[in-house]
């Protein structure tokens, strides 16, 4: 054999090896964003007094601001971020549109559980990983050309997560369904199809190069403003300024709600660049399962239930696993990776964005002549302001009376950061966050 | 003349987004939320 042809062989194997290798991140941020999503929920369990849910909402969105500028500033400035809004300055436009989706359908779930209950209203936006399916497959290329094992373990996994998830939120439902039944099913439904259209644009930017934490800072605008919008309109600016000031004693355990859930954000948006959105919103839609061992074990919620409550949970948290499971073990190759590149390549012939930068970022690379990201002064101060900020809530926070229970807090605590620090680190030494 | 041909960009540019299906499948579902969070308020 000719030394060119051994070459080119050993290109072939570097390329599969890198590909696997990005699909098994993928898949890591996956299960990552599951748990810090999932826990994301414990602080705004410590607000029990009478607030809002629109300022409930508005409260967190202010944590998530926070954290979605001061985080890409320590990790890898916000020289990193300028350089890829220069290279793809259309996708801007996309991560407003996406905070702006989020936000509305954040507010429809506020309705559709005060009108039916949070047990039939789950697992009805919970098919936002669906439609997130047929996108990915309509507009992205995804699951074409796959092999119907693939099929069957992605839609499959997709369908039990969803017979999990309506098991979960039956056995964790407190209160009947109220009045306007019909009401609460189109906001559900209404829900999951603008979270389940959230992922275009995500999808949109991964595959043209942008990294996730140039993203959600343009993302965040849209989030915010839209957030901010709405809770005006709904309540008026006096009554919601009432509201704020007399909640200030709770503000901090939303506001750090909002934190822990943007470390779940990121790492659910590294998931759906490396395994697409077909895989990455049914693997971040765990948080569910962990939301519930967080609310059992530490809040102590659904002491005393029937043993069929627990059947319940049971049974549901092992069809999630499963779900989550056949997802895991369907990840994208050969073929379907050509067909994603396809896809990436388009974009970069439509906006005009150079295909080596492209090709760089889908394999989590920086591209040739791109300078390191390095941190500046403005980082640093982006950083210590944030941090003031919550220092300033955190000092007037009050820790309230409820039933806590410290070991399971340690043990979920420890689980969570084991798997910060270990996805973190693998997505550092793999693509430097790219 | 540099003017012109950043001028030019931005105008490819714009028009590229405004016959993406990419950017008109999100704002019909968000046009959609807003008008279901109206209609169910």
Known sequence: MPPAAYTQIGSVIQ????????????????????????????????????????????????????????????????????????????????????????????????????????????????????????????????????????????????????AGAALLAVASSTAAPAAHSLRGVWAALGAGILWGTMYIPYRKAYLTGMSPLSFVTFFTFGELGMMATLAVSYLGLAPLWRELTSARDVLFWLMLGGFVWVIGDVFQQYAAKYVGISRGIPLSNSNQLWGLLWGILVFGELHGRGVSTYTQVIGGSVLMMLGVGAIAFSSAIGKEQMRWKDAAQRESQRYGVSADYVEARMDGRQAAGELKPSRSALDWFLVAVATGIFAVFAAMARAPRLSFHWGPAAVLSAATLVLLLVCGLKLWRTTRFH | MHRSSTNQINTSRLASILTDIHFWVPVAVLMGGLLLLRFIR
């Open chain 1, 15 to 162: 390329d599969a090896s890198r590909s696997k290798k990005l699909q098994l991140l993928g898949i890591l941020s996956g299960f990552a964003a599951g748990a810090w999503l999932g826990a994301a929920e414990a602080p705004t369990k410590l607000v029990s007094i009478g607030i809002s849910p629109m300022v409930i909402s508005l409260i967190m969105v202010i944590g998530v601001f926070l954290a979605r500028w001061s985080l890409p500033a320590l990790i890898l400035g916000t020289s990193s971020v300028r350089a890829d809004v220069r290279r793809a300055p259309h996708l801007v436009i996309w991560a407003l549109l996406a905070g702006c989706l989020w936000a509305v359908a954040n507010t429809l779930t506020i309705f559709a559980i005060r009108d039916i209950g949070l047990s039939i209203a789950f697992p009805l936006w919970n098919s936002n990983s669906l439609l997130g399916i047929l996108w990915g497959f309509l507009f992205f290329n995804e699951l074409r050309q796959a092999g119907w094992r693939r099929w069957t373990g992605v839609l499959g996994g997709a369908l039990v997560m969803c």
